[in-house]
Structures are given as structure tokens and as C-alpha cells.
């Protein structure tokens, strides 16, 4: 179910916030309503798989469970082994069959496998709590919790990746507490920007570059539109944004609060700025379960720490890469962006003070150019899209290019969606949602348009 | 920041006044959009309206073809996809007395374009004729959906189906379209339809694009005969009275995409064809008429605007083509 479609804003939303007031007087009912309702939302695009999400569910707590019985510190570690042969086998056997093919000379067949909504997202969760629970650090939870941690209907496909520690003591807390309509009111600001951002800005953009990726694909694009593609980088930012925005704020709905994921990243200064704002909760995943563990395991002498270090680094971000999607596209863009890591990590280091205005546009740059190849549907299309940037745009389509123009000044120029939210409600400002209810009117009337487009995160 | 700098407590009425500000503007847009395009009926689909405002100012054929079909003013109907476009209803109407109303939609598949002919037949209780373009998307051996949205809820039977499509900026636009024509301060497009590909297309250009779409051949020796959309349109044919005269008619493609005798294509065409020509087997001043011929009309460029776009000087042939069909059924002399 999509949060910028129908069926989710006028019949389930409304729904689940009814059925949920009903059960939120019972606090041994709150918790297990909201598992009911996410597993409903899951049902709706692909019912079966909700057969696999529930399993994965019940198999992980068992899991721990049988550690906090035995104390045994392999079950975890097989826990998290089957979770990644699972997330493997959907997400990557055709890929790993398709170079082992081309490594022997010898096609493999393709496996007609459709990827589960979610499952990097749920298996990242997973891997999580069970890391933390074999360090000792993760108490033993209810299954009911742990399957509400799993499957929160807000963060179940595509994020924020939520810490347990940062949600499990807020499930089952009433929410309709004398201050609840401040909640909903600040909740309601997130959903309508999230929904402006994914609506009226990435997919306006989606829509002028999308076609010149598709052409992309077979030739050189010389009629001056591989400029254009350089916005995939903006388009995908206020795609996964706003996505991300609408999650908080249906989290709030429901008395959760989740983590922010992005902090306006293309005002960052340098690429480590850079991605310590775009994708937070990820980047706080790799860095806390990829990162520091190969930076701390004693793989070379203490001497050669810092090349340790800028190792770990690579194939943290290589990883990145490769999570976002089976194709050389994606491991390389990680590559490119590990070393770039590496560089700036350097300069900073040895090199001169960067003034701040070369180092955002240095960054951006890097970004926006590295972004072809991330949506590029292989390498090959990302160089016909390079190439094609010999031939000028054709500035006189105007305002067919307006967006393009506009947009990307959002991204390097305004603060944050938080930040602008939390400004607009210290106080209450009545005329304030006078304008979200017209926007929120207005967005609404896009939809009746039936243009939608899915998330982009959903892919990965 | 973290939501919890942003989620303290405060004035409680205050931020309770907000949320009604927010849910109650959008409760008075949305009562006031349905309240207008239930009064104005923006497509003038006949399901709703009541300012008795008659047309539409739309160049969209997908949307404008409910108007249209429902107009009473017409008993007979041009039915298709663009490839039938250009046949002139009015010059159809001077010559058979009848009167013709062009319902060809752009784009349109099979499906489509059956949906508007149940949708004019609903309107039309005592249809006079109907002349059907069948492209060779009407030839495929299973069914199979053109992905793009088509207004179907438009053209069903549910009022409430149409009225839940009527939350959406087009709406908004027709419908003050349609108070600019009843206030008379805009004109209402052609009732009956009519399209000259010469205001688009200007003549002397011809573009190498458009190779008509035939289907790949049947799977199976079991499917060979078999066509779901030529079934349905006899289904709907066997049903008219016996006084609905109709012409199945294949549109003219250039001479080069003309299959070629004793080949695989030119035998799936002919499969097709017998098809179609049953349809209208038997019923009075009715006829199929193939014009997916090569001959010097065809191998002639100029004739064209695309592969399968033919100009006017075909479309009056195939007019002519028409009106010997209804006057003389199949033994009318077609000159083509």
C-alpha cells in the first residue's frame, strides 16, 4: 500500500486511527491491534508474502528466546546467517548467478523471484536486535512487542531503520494523553510535507529525467538531456524524504516516534558532512553493525590502523552500495563514495582548510555526478548519459524545465523538513492549518489524477 | 531536533483549534468541489448536471466521447482508435440521412474503444448505424490491457464509481470549461467530433514512424482462430436490431506494412479478417471492407501522415466506402 495513494489515505489511515482510538483505553490491546493493522497493510499489495514477514517474525524471536534460555551465542549468530541467506536469495541469487554465468562462459538461467516490500528494511531490524542481544546488550521481549518492532505499518517498507531501543518502551503507551492533539498537529505538518516533497517535487523531476535514463539504455543521449539526469540525486532525495517524513508522522499518529533520516544534505560542506545527513538511520546501522566492528576487529598490526580504517571504510560503503540493489551500478557508486570518504578523510588531515563554499560545491558535484550511476540501469547506460554531457541542453523548452530549475534550490537552500516543522509549531497557529488543510486539499486532487508513482526506497 | 523538543505540552484547546482548522478547510474544499462538479457534471457524462449546459470544450477524445455519444441529436456512430479519426461524420450524414457523431478514441484499444460503443448504445435505444475501424490491436489471440489509465469510470454505470472520480484538478478544469459555455463565453467543441489531421499534420510530411502493431501469431494451433475482442464485438453486434446497419472496416496502412501474400502475417490477416467479416454476415445493408491493401493509393507517401495515419484523401474513400456499405450491404462497389 502506497502512502501517496487512495487506498491508504482514505480507507486505511482513517481506519486504523479508528479502530486504534477504540483499543487505545486497553493497554493489553494496543500493541497487538497495531500488529494486526501492520500486517494488514503488508497483506494488501502481495497477501502471501505476509506469510513470510509473520514467519520471519516468529523464527527471529524464537530465536531469541532460545538464547535467553540457553545462552547460547550461536543461535543469534544463526539467526542473523538465515536472515541474510534469506534477504540473499531474493535480492541477489540473479545477480551472483549472472556473473558466475559470465565468469564460466556459460549463461544461468534467471529466476523469476519477485523481492518481498520491506525485506531489507525488516532484515536490517532483525540483525539489530539480535547483534545487540548476543552482546548482551538487548533484553528479551514479548513476541507481540518484537513483532510490532518487526512490522510497524509506518516504517515497515522503507524506513527510518529504527534502533529497538529507540521504540520498543514507547509501544503500548497511551496515546490519547491530554496532550495528544499537539502530537497529531505537528504529525499531520510531517505527513503533508513529506507528501509536498514526494508530489510536487521529486516527482516532477521524476518525471523530465526518467525518460532520458530509458534512452539511456540503449544509445548516447545527444540531444542535450543527459544534463538533465544529473537531478536523479535531488528526485531521489525529496522521494525518500518525504517518504520518510510521512512515516514520522504517521508514527506520531500512533504515539511512536521515529528517528529523523535526513538533514537537508545538500547544504553539507564536505562528502562526510554529506552523509552524516542523507539516510541517518542507515548510515548509523553500517557505521554501529559494519563499520566499527571491521574497524576494531585486529585484522593488521596497530601501526597500520589508519589503513585498517580506510579499508573498513570502503567496504562499509561498497556494502551501502550493494544493499541498494544487485547491480554493478550500485557497487560502484558505494566504491566511488567509500573513496571519496577516504580522500576527504585525508585532506582533512593533511591537506589545506577547504573554504566552505568549495567544499559544498565540490560535494554536490561529486553527489549529483555519482548519482547517475546509481540510477543508471548498468554501466554502460550510466556512460551514454556521461557522454552525452558533450552536447548542450536545450534551454529554449523553458518552462518544461522549470522544475529542474526550481527544485534543486529547495535542496540547497532550506533547512530542513524538521526543522521547518518544529519552527511553524512552537506555538499554535491556527492560520497555519488553515494552509495545511488546503495543501493537504490540493495534494489530494493530485492524487485524484491517478499519476502515482511508488517510492523509489521500495526498490531496495 | 528530536519530535520530543517539538511535542510538549501546551496550550491543549489551542493546538485542538488547529486540528479543526486543518480537517474542517479541508472538509469545505472538498464539499465545495463536489458540490460544483456535481451541479456543473464536468464531462457532461448525463449522470449528474443540472444547469442543463450542453458540451464540452476538450480536444481529449478519451474524456470528450461521453459528451458526444450520449448527444441525442446523433443515432449513428464512428467507433475506433485514431486510425478511424479522420472518416467525416458530417460528410457521412449528407450522404445516408443519418446522423453521425465521430467517437474515435485516441490511443484506443479494443477495450476502450468497446466501452465507448456500449456507452453510445446505452444512450441510443434505436441506433441507425455503426462504422467500426478495426486496427490490428482487435487481431490479438488473448487479451491484453495497454497500460494507461482510461476513463472508465466515466463511461460506466455507477454514479458513485464517476463521482469519486471527480476529486481531481481535471475535474475542476472542465468543469469551468462547461460554466464558460453556459455563460456563452466559450465554444463548445464540434458536438460531432469531427478532426482534421491537416490542422496538426501539415501535408507534404511524412513520418517513418508508427509501423502498425500485428499481433505475434497464435501460440497454439488452438488459439489460431481465435480472437477476444473480434468475439466480443460480434456478441454486441448479434444483439442490435435487425435495422442497426454496420460496417467492420480495416484501415489503410502503407503499402510497405501490407503483409505480403503466402506469408505467416498475410495468413494471420486473413484469419482475422474472416472473423470480422462474420460479425456482420447476414445483416441488412451492412458489410466488412479490408482497405489494408497495397495498391497506388497506399504505395503513395503523400496519402500518409504516418504508417498508419492515412489524410484525407483515404479518409473521403473510405467515407465513400461507408456509405455504398450501408445503401447496398455486401454487394456494394467499393472504390479503393
Given amino acids: 500500500m502506497l502512502f501517496n495513494d487512495y487506498p491508504f489515505l482514505l480507507v486505511f489511515l482513517p481506519a486504523a486511527l479508528l479502530i486504534f482510538r477504540l483499543a487505545d483505553p486497553y493497554p493489553q490491546a494496543r500493541i497487538p491491534v497495531l500488529v494486526l493493522l501492520s500486517l494488514a497493510f503488508y497483506a494488501y499489495g502481495n497477501p502471501p508474502y505476509v506469510l513470510l514477514l509473520i514467519a520471519s517474525i516468529a523464527i527471529n524471536w524464537l530465536a531469541s528466546r532460545a538464547f535467553g534460555r540457553f545462552k547460547l551465542r550461536a543461535i543469534p549468530l544463526a539467526a542473523i546467517v538465515l536472515n541474510l541467506l534469506v534477504l540473499g536469495f531474493f535480492k541477489y541469487t540473479n545477480f551472483f548467478a549472472a556473473n558466475l554465468g559470465w565468469l564460466l562462459g556459460e549463461p544461468m538461467p534467471h529466476l523469476d523471484i519477485v523481492l518481498p516490500l520491506g525485506i531489507s528494511f525488516f532484515t536490517f531490524h532483525h540483525i539489530m536486535y539480535l547483534v545487540d542481544l548476543r552482546r548482551g546488550r538487548a533484553p528479551l521481549y514479548a513476541f507481540d512487542r518484537y513483532a510490532l518492532y518487526i512490522s510497524f505499518f509506518p516504517q515497515l517498507l522503507a524506513g527510518p531503520l529504527v534502533r529497538w531501543s529507540e521504540v520498543m518502551e514507547q509501544f503500548g503507551r497511551k496515546v490519547y494523553v491530554p496532550t495528544w492533539q499537539r502530537d497529531f498537529a505537528v504529525a499531520i505538518c510531517f505527513i503533508t510535507a513529506g507528501l509536498f516533497e514526494k508530489i510536487f517535487l521529486a516527482d516532477r523531476i521524476a518525471h523530465n529525467i526518467d525518460p532520458v535514463y530509458a534512452l539511456a539504455q540503449g544509445a548516447v543521449v545527444t540531444n542535450g538531456d543527459a544534463w538533465l539526469a544529473l537531478a536523479f540525486n535531488i528526485q531521489i532525495l525529496f522521494d525518500f524524504a518525504g517518504y520518510s517524513d510521512i512515516a514520522i508522522g504517521l508514527g506520531l499518529l ?28 542507515l548510515m548509523n546501522f553500517l557505521r554501529d553493525y559494519v563499520y566499527f566492528p571491521l574497524v576494531n576487529a585486529r585484522i593488521l598490526p596497530r601501526r597500520f590502523l589508519p589503513l585498517q580504517s580506510q579499508a573498513a571504510m570502503l567496504i562499509t560503503m561498497v556494502l551501502c552500495g550493494l544493499w541498494h540493489g544487485a547491480n554493478w551500478t550500485f557497487i560502484l557508486w558505494g566504491a566511488l563514495h567509500g573513496c571519496a570518504l577516504i580522500v576527504a578523510a585525508l585532506w582533512r588531515r593533511h591537506g589545506p582548510r ?85 495543501t493537504l486539499f490540493v495534494i489530494l486532487l493530485d492524487l485524484g489524477e491517478r499519476n502515482i508513482a511508488g517510492f523509489g526506497y521500495f526498490n531496495f | 531536533m528530536p519530535v520530543s523538543a517539538i511535542s510538549t505540552s501546551d496550550g491543549i484547546t489551542d493546538w485542538s483549534r488547529c486540528l479543526r482548522a486543518c480537517l474542517v478547510t479541508l472538509a469545505i474544499c472538498a464539499a465545495l468541489l463536489f458540490a460544483l462538479t456535481i451541479a456543473v457534471d464536468p464531462y457532461d457524462s448525463g449522470k449528474f448536471g443540472f444547469f442543463g449546459i450542453n458540451g464540452v470544450a476538450d480536444r481529449n477524445t478519451l474524456t470528450a466521447n461521453a459528451s458526444r455519444a450520449r448527444d441525442p441529436d446523433f443515432d449513428s456512430a464512428i467507433i475506433g482508435n485514431s486510425t478511424a479519426l479522420l472518416i467525416n461524420p458530417a460528410a457521412l450524414s449528407r450522404a445516408t440521412g443519418l446522423h453521425f457523431v465521430q467517437l474515435s ?11 465507448v460503443l456500449d456507452f453510445f448504445l446505452r444512450h441510443h435505444a434505436h441506433a441507425g448505424a455503426l462504422a467500426i475501424g478495426a486496427d490490428p490491436s482487435w487481431c490479438v489471440h488473448e487479451r491484453k490491457d495497454k497500460p494507461r489509465p ?38 463548445r467543441s464540434d458536438p460531432a467530433g469531427t478532426f482534421d489531421s491537416e490542422d496538426t499534420w501539415p501535408i507534404g510530411e511524412f513520418r517513418n514512424t508508427n509501423r502498425p502493431s500485428d499481433p505475434p501469431p497464435a501460440a497454439s494451433t488452438a488459439l489460431r482462430g481465435v480472437f477476444p475482442w473480434v468475439s466480443e464485438l460480434d456478441d454486441v453486434i448479434k444483439k442490435l436490431p435487425a435495422d442497426v446497419s454496420v460496417v467492420v ?55 500518409f501522415i504516418d504508417y498508419i495515419h492515412y489524410r484525407s484523401k483515404i479518409a473521403r474513400k473510405i467515407g465513400a466506402g461507408i456509405v455504398a456499405s450501408l445503401r447496398d450491404g455486401e454487394t456494394a462497389q467499393i472504390d479503393f
Fill in chain 1, 254 to 281: 500512533f504515539g511512536i516516534r521515529l528517528p529523523f533520516n535526513f538533514n537537508a544534505p545538500f547544504r553539507a560542506a564536505s562528502i562526510q558532512d554529506f552523509w552524516q545527513r542523507w539516510h541517518i538511520t
Fill in chain 2, 150 to 187: 482510461f476513463p472508465y469510470w466515466l463511461y460506466g454505470r455507477s454514479r458513485l464509481v464517476y463521482a469519486g472520480a471527480l476529486f481531481s484538478g481535471a475535474a475542476i478544469e472542465h468543469a469551468v470549461q462547461r460554466v464558460q459555455i453556459g455563460l456563452g463565453k466559450r465554444q
Fill in chain 1, 354 to 438: 577547504m573554504p566552505a563554499l568549495l567544499g559544498w560545491a565540490l560535494t554536490v558535484i561529486f553527489v549529483l555526478v555519482t548519482g547517475v550511476i546509481f540510477r543508471a540501469t548498468s554501466v554502460h547506460a550510466a556512460l551514454n548519459i556521461f557522454e552525452g554531457l558533450g552536447h548542450s541542453l536545450d534551454l529554449e523548452r523553458g518552462k518544461h524545465l522549470l522544475s529542474l530549475a526550481i527544485v534543486p534550490l529547495f535542496a540547497f537552500l532550506l533547512p530542513a523538513s524538521q526543522d521547518i516543522i518544529a519552527y511553524l509549531t512552537r506555538r499554535p497557529r491556527p492560520w497555519l492549518f488553515v494552509l495545511n488543510g488546503l
Fill in chain 2, 249 to 303: 472496416l480495416v484501415p489503410p496502412t502503407a503499402a510497405p506494412t501490407v503483409p505480403q501474400p503466402g506469408t505467416a502475417e498475410a495468413t494471420e490477416r486473413e484469419a482475422c479478417n474472416m472473423a470480422l467479416r462474420q460479425t456482420v454476415a447476414g445483416r441488412p445493408h451492412s458489410n466488412f471492407i479490408n482497405y489494408r491493401v497495397d495498391n497506388a493509393l497506399t504505395r503513395d507517401h503523400a496519402n
Fill in chain 2, 105 to 115: 478514441v485516441v490511443g484506443g484499444s479494443p477495450r476502450e474503444e468497446l466501452t
